[in-house]
Structures are given as structure tokens and as C-alpha cells.
């Protein structure tokens, strides 16, 4: 199973970014698709996630509407669009997958950074 991010990079204060994830090595029908980030220094903290069926899209209070989660079932690629961005949401971002009837989360990419300067 590979979960491989892209996507990212610098931007200055109020731009927009498009993180990709494309996911391969298994069905992920019945998975949900999660993006992290990390900060050094501090623990990583949960983004945003999306049911492979594209139910029930759910976001960390500080990204509620500036970050939109999708996905392309035929590109087998997730996606976390960040609009709005804040020097605050500077980071590594992760994408994960769990099973739907799991809290924990599986299968890691390797991250990607994003810079967003004031």
C-alpha cells in the first residue's frame, strides 16, 4: 500500500494550495482518507477526512471553511484544497488512511511541506 502526497509548497498569506494523494496497493472502498499536519516540536494534529464514497467530510475547527477535502475514485487520489491560507497552517502535511470501522489510522504518505509566509 503506498499513500504518496504532493502538492505542496510556499505561498504567501491569504493564497490557495492544492495537496494531492494518490493512493494505490488495495481497494480503499471501504476507507477513510484523513490529512494530518506537524509542526516540529509539537504533536501532529488531525486536518481534515473523507469517506472513499465521499460521505461525510469532516474538518479541524481552525480549517472549517478555507480547506475542502474530495476525492477522484477513478484517479484513486484525494484531495485537500487550502484557500485562505494563515502563517499558522506552515507545516508537513500527511495523508493517512484507516478502515472505516477503525480509529486508527493505517497507512501513512510520506508528507508534504507547506510554507505560508505573513
Known amino acids: 500500500v503506498q499513500l504518496q502526497a504532493s502538492g505542496g509548497g510556499l505561498v504567501q498569506a491569504g493564497g490557495s494550495l492544492r495537496l494531492s494523494c494518490a493512493a494505490s496497493?488495495?481497494?480503499?472502498?471501504?476507507?477513510?482518507m484523513g490529512w494530518f499536519r506537524q509542526v516540529p516540536g509539537k504533536e501532529r494534529e488531525f486536518v481534515a477526512a473523507i469517506r472513499w464514497s465521499g460521505d461525510y467530510p469532516y474538518y479541524f475547527d481552525s480549517v472549517k471553511g478555507r480547506f475542502t477535502i474530495s476525492r477522484d475514485n477513478a484517479k484513486n487520489t484525494v484531495y485537500l484544497q487550502m484557500n485562505s491560507l494563515k502563517p499558522e497552517d506552515t507545516a508537513v502535511y500527511y495523508c493517512a488512511a484507516r478502515y472505516v470501522h477503525m480509529s486508527q489510522y493505517d497507512y501513512w504518505g510520506q508528507g508534504t511541506q507547506v510554507t505560508v509566509s505573513s
Open positions: 496497493g488495495r481497494s480503499f472502498s471501504n476507507y477513510v
